[in-house]
Nanobody
Framework: QVQLVESGGGLVQAGDSLRLSCAAS????????MGWFRQAPGKERDLIAT????????YYADSVKGRFTISRDNAENTVYLQMNSLKPEDTAVYYC?????????????????WGQGTQVTVSS
């Protein structure tokens, strides 16, 4: 079991930046890929970024490519999502997720553990 806790969300203006953090605990000695998802009101939860266990491989959805950066610090069991040039359409609840026993994943079905989510609101 892996427990995930997100932090760093908030209310910002368009063009601003935010950095989300996701702290993992529990069975963190195992290898696992990590990802960030988001869910806007009335919409499905979408995968927006993933990172491999080593941190050398990443995946980004087209909607965030070039603006968001995912990174991880395995020594601290933490994954980050740096979000720049935020837009009102980035408003959503952001979730981190873990894919245990997986070195790299770019499909939502590989992720088994989820955090509780953190709200990001971008005003125009």
């Amino acid at each position: 079991q892996v427990q995930l806790v997100e932090s760093g969300g908030g209310l910002v203006q368009a063009g601003d930046s935010l950095r989300l953090s996701c702290a993992a605990s529990g069975r963190t000695s195992s290898t696992y890929a990590m990802g960030w998802f988001r869910q806007a009101p009335g919409k499905e939860r979408d995968l927006i970024a993933t990172i491999s266990w080593s941190g050398r491989s990443t995946y980004y959805a087209d909607s965030v490519k070039g603006r968001f950066t995912i990174s991880r610090d395995n020594a601290e069991n933490t994954v980050y999502l740096q979000m720049n040039s935020l837009k009102p359409e980035d408003t959503a609840v952001y979730y981190c997720a873990a894919a245990p026993g997986v070195l790299f994943a770019s499909t939502p079905s590989r992720f088994e553990y989820w955090g509780q989510g953190t709200q990001v609101t971008v005003s125009s």
